[in-house]
């Protein structure tokens, strides 16, 4: 078995046992590569190829859409669903639905190991795409999407591009930054911060006020990430993170030192509530819903439960949304901006006309400009295919998507998030290190030498 296919099971291992230890619960065969060919056979609409059989075939779609937080993207899918079985002679979409942190750190790597993926599946562009591609799991779409002309209509494709070819396909875009209680702001006369030293003195000012400065949740680890990772990025610069997995650059940078140091010295000050270690995702956004605490850091995905009065209530309208400021007033801007989060498609498709003739019926309804409107519209994600950001404004007249919008237009710098640089193992010793810095069980120094030593042992086997 093929070194890489070790790392895969070693991968479940790891992820099962901090799963077990954290608590966490959660944005086939070694097959041959699929034939170079596979994109031009039954050209034009599903269907329409050589295979004519009526008879029932079913395939699998894998999602994470769970929650009721997620209820507008599930309602787009079922609706592709139902698009893609009316086309499609004889066949019916399984839909499966599982968390997004159990599916890409337990069962996809245990399913990929196996050789046996379902036909569809949500899955992480960068690194996880090419890991699996590599070992010829999935299937090669850049003929479909040539076929289909859409190639060219993608924000980036880079997170899910192998050796030039495309291996999967993102659902939508997202920027990480505040949001926040604008009544609350409002009454109080604060205005949003310009610099990182204006929003601690905000923190202090809400501290003071017998209130919560940051929601937070950090019983799975890639949320309070998302803080460390736009910390880190001004103090040692977006491109560090760059060079960590060619060795160019090091965990133990002394401004990843000031990084680290800044994430736990909030944790000291009490800027979280605390206990954060045992909250899930939807604690944090309740604590900034009832009022409770004023600001949190979150992807631009989160906008919808903002906007929907059945989980926000009487908060509808009064949330607002910024950038994390820059070190300096002036500066460039720098936002986490990615489209890292999509659909694969399992190479043994290509094996099967009809299977095929049904994936390519289902990238034809999902990547749509209609469709990419719709999940704006509705569930506030990004785009992931090129649109003008005035096109965008007109998708949305809310207040907290204008706001959105008008952090799209700051953005000085962008860069992905660190788990779309960085190998798994690293990732897994960063989440661990992090709630360590929370838990302040360890000091920074230490932290990154521990998550340096998984990167040169992770480097070393590639």
Known sequence: MRKSLLLLLSLIFIASALLAGCGSSGNGGNKAPANEGQGTENKGNAGSGTETSNE?????????QVGESKKFRLAMLEDIVKQTEAAVPGLTIKLDAV????????????????????????????????????????????????????????????????DGKVYGLPIGGSIEGFFYNKEYFQQKGLQVPKTLGELEQIAEKIKADGKIPFAQASKDAWIPLMTTNNLWSYYAGPEITYGFKSGATKWTDENMVKAIAKHQE?????????????????????????????MMMDGSWANSVFRDPEQ?????????????????????????????????????????PRKLAAVKEFIKNMWTEEMQLRGLKEDGVLPAMKMD???????????????????????????????????????TALSMG?????????????????VQAAQDAANAVE
């Open 266 to 294: 909030w944790v000291q000050k009490g800027y979280f509530k605390k206990g954060e270690l045992g909250f899930e995702y939807a604690d944090m956004r309740n604590q900034i819903i009832t009022g409770e605490a004023m």
């Open 434 to 450: 992090i709630q360590q810095i929370i838990g302040e069980e360890i000091k920074p120094e230490q932290m990154l030498e521990n």
């Open 99 to 162: 968390d997004s942190e159990v599916n890409r750190k337990e069962k996809l790597r245990g399913e990929m190991a196996a050789g046996k993926p379902p036909e569809i599946f949500d899955v992480f562009g960068s690194p996880d795409a090419a890991l699996y591609a590599k070992e010829g799991l999935m299937l090669d779409l850049t003929p479909i999407i040539e076929e289909l002309g859409i190639k060219d209509k993608f924000t980036t494709l880079d997170p899910f591009t192998h």
């Open 389 to 427: 950001l005035e096109q965008m404004k007109t998708a949305s007249d809310d207040p907290l998507m204008q706001d959105i919008f008008k952090g799209v237009s700051e953005i000085g710098t962008s860069f992905p998030a660190f788990d779309a640089l960085v190998q798994a193992d690293v990732n």
């Open 56 to 64: 029932p075939f079913e395939i699998t779609i894998r999602h994470t």
């Open 312 to 352: 926000a209530g009487d908060m509808v309208g009064k949330i607002g949304y910024f950038n994390m400021p820059p070190l300096n007033e002036g500066d460039p801007v720098i936002v986490m901006q990615d489209a890292n989060n999509g659909y694969g498609f399992s190479s043994a498709v290509a094996e099967d």
